[in-house]
């Protein structure tokens, strides 16, 4: 795992890369972090004028927003030359898009972090060995390739996403890494539908989410960031337990439920971070 500049990310905004006007519009949005695409938003015949519209937007902007790029794979014909500009870039990650275990290895093992988007069948198999790569700091679930591939018919729960979606919880904290990004919704203009996801996504365990537009980056902030009522419970667990453990006890309840060890790390743990709930993992001590 790469020490990260992406702990405390919350929201990362798409933009196209070929699309000056979007890019600095993303740069001077609320989300934590641009993604400047070259990958499925921008046409085979502007790839090249991407990559120079990036470079120029990138190198005009202040520094306050974290920069990345998604390249093409580099199994494509664009891929390597995507990933030379990245090299001569300030970045703070690339997306690597429809990442396996093998396409990670091919990005090589020194640079800036990655985020693999995980949006393949193999790639949703191999998200495990693809978050021990020593360059990846966070992996994002890609919902329309996975979508395509597996021919979902999306609905309105998001269930069909479930089982993907938790098996990249799961892995990215074997791995040791940040908690995932979850998959961009689609409709910029549902934002009850993205604050409805985004709340779930977090519930089971997800950092950040990805976002397609700049009206998108407030509401997953928000749904990303401990509330007030889970900053006072998390306040109330401690102050429980260290009255407990004074006592002599291991447990002690707060509204009606046990609290215990791996409540109150929980808790310690929002309390340590009350910004973003974008945090490495916190193992159980047999876990160590
Ligand atoms: C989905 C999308 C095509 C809708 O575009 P649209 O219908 O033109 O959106 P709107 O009319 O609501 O745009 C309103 C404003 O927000 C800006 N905007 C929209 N999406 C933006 C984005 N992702 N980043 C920055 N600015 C954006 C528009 O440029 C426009 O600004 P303007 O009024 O100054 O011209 C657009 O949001 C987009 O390009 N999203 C990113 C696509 C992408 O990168 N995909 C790859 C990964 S999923
Ligand atoms: O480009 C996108 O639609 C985002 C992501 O790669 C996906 O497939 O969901
Ligand atoms: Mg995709």
Redesign the pocket.
């Known amino acids: 795992m790469t020490e990260t500049s992406l702990q405390g990310v919350r929201s990362l ?4 890369g070929d ?1 000056a ?3 600095r ?2 740069l001077a ?1 609320a989300a934590d972090g641009v ?1 400047a ?1 070259l ?3 921008v046409a085979p015949d502007r790839k090249d004028a991407a990559r120079g519209i990036v470079r120029t937007e990138f190198a005009a902007a202040g520094t306050h927003m974290r920069r990345m790029v ?1 390249i093409n794979g580099l199994d494509t014909d664009w891929g390597r030359e995507d990933l030379a500009l990245t090299r001569t870039l300030d970045l703070d990650a690339i997306v690597v898009p429809k990442a396996t275990a093998d396409s990670i290895s091919a990005v090589g093992a020194d640079g800036v972090p990655v985020i693999a988007l995980v949006e393949t069948a193999v790639g949703l198999r191999q998200a495990y060995e693809i978050g021990l790569h020593p360059r990846v700091s966070a992996l994002m679930l890609g919902g ?1 390739d996975l979508g395509a591939e597996l021919r979902w018919k999306p609905r309105s729960d998001g269930l069909e996403l479930l089982f993907a979606r938790s098996s990249l919880v799961v892995d990215s904290a074997a791995a040791g890494i940040l908690p995932p990004f979850d998959v ?1 919704h ?1 409709a ?1 203009r549902a934002i009850d539908e993205l604050i409805d996801e985004s709340t779930f996504a977090r519930s089971i365990g997800f950092g950040g989410k ?6 998108q980056a407030e509401p997953v902030n928000t749904a990303f960031s401990p509330s007030q009522s889970e900053i006072d419970w998390a306040r109330a667990v401690v102050a429980a337990f260290d009255d407990a453990s004074a006592r002599g006890s291991g447990t002690a309840v707060v509204d009606g439920r046990l609290v215990d060890a791996p409540v109150v790390r929980h808790a310690r743990s929002m309390l340590s971070h009350p910004g973003s709930t974008n945090q490495l993992p916190r193992r159980s001590p047999a876990a160590h």
Do not use: G, T, W, Y
Not at 13 to 16: C, E, H, Q, S, V
Not at 210 to 215: E, G
């Open positions: 905004l798409f933009a196209p699309d006007r979007k890019l519009s993303a949005s993604i695409d990958e499925d938003a998604r329309a961009v689609l910029p990805a976002c397609i537009h700049p009206c």
